[in-house]
């Protein structure tokens, strides 16, 4: 497995602004997820973010809207640029260790968007 | 059509009883499974993989039928500190995408 942690933890933010998510690994991975779970839904994968390469984006996300770093293979960022109320969501963060297909992810951030 | 669908629930089951939930998928390609566990307000937490017909761990057992592309998990003896919501997952065939489910509620009442 692995420790994932993520700042901030909950956020709240007006209308217009942007917010970026910090999301700090404690061993080195090649590829990073970027996750959306909306209150009473399930997880939507914004993108996938592999060290050295630009994201990938979903379906329905895009790079203007949610920019993506990814400086090295312990660390990424998600950025929520000129939110709105629709925005507001718990955004995870989650790795692939090792060799596996498993996922394991870090605690989130709930931002909320006045 | 859904990659991965699942009775939301809620299943509400005294403590002792045996739980079972399905969750069928779409993509007949996809090589891996998973079961996660998700408590109120907390990220989801690995519970079983599920690579071949089934896996087993204590209370937990999870099953695989390819032939009719479902998964399900069983849970026996049900304890208190089961009570949450359960997501199956499709890791697909490549393990880079993940297709969630929307989470089936399960309560153990005492």
């Known amino acids: 497995s692995a420790v994932i942690s993520q700042k901030p933890s909950r956020d709240i933010c007006q209308r217009g602004t942007s917010l970026t998510i910090q999301c700090q690994v404690d061993?080195?991975?090649?590829?990073m997820f970027w996750y959306r779970q909306q209150p009473g839904q399930s997880l939507t994968l914004i993108a996938t973010?592999?060290?050295?390469?630009?994201?990938?984006?979903e379906s329905g996300f895009v790079i203007d809207k949610f920019p993506i770093s990814r400086p090295n293979l312990t660390f990424s960022t998600l950025t929520v640029s000129n939110m709105s109320p629709e925005d507001s969501s718990i955004y995870l963060c989650?790795?692939?260790?090792?060799?596996?297909?498993?996922?394991?992810f870090g605690p989130g951030t709930r931002l909320t968007v006045t | 059509r859904k990659e991965v669908e699942q009775d939301p629930g809620p299943f509400n089951v005294p403590e002792g009883a045996t739980v079972a939930f399905n969750c069928t998928y779409s993509?007949?390609?996809?090589?891996?499974f998973f079961w996660y566990r998700q408590d109120c307000r907390k990220e989801p937490k690995l519970l079983m993989s599920?690579?071949?017909s089934g896996n087993e761990d204590g209370r937990f057992t999870a099953q695989l039928n390819r032939a009719s592309q479902y998964i399900s998990l069983l849970i026996r003896d049900s304890k208190l500190s089961d009570s949450a919501t359960y997501l199956c997952?499709?890791?697909?065939?490549?393990?880079?995408?993940?297709?969630f489910g929307t989470g089936t509620s399960l309560t153990v009442i005492p």
């Open positions: 973010a592999n060290q050295g390469s630009e994201a990938t984006y």
């Open positions: 599920v690579y071949s």
């Open positions: 989650s790795v692939t260790p090792g060799q596996s297909y498993e996922q394991y």
């Open positions: 997952v499709d890791g697909s065939n490549t393990g880079n995408q993940f297709y």
């Open positions: 061993s080195q991975v090649t590829m």
């Open positions: 993509n007949s390609a996809s090589q891996s």
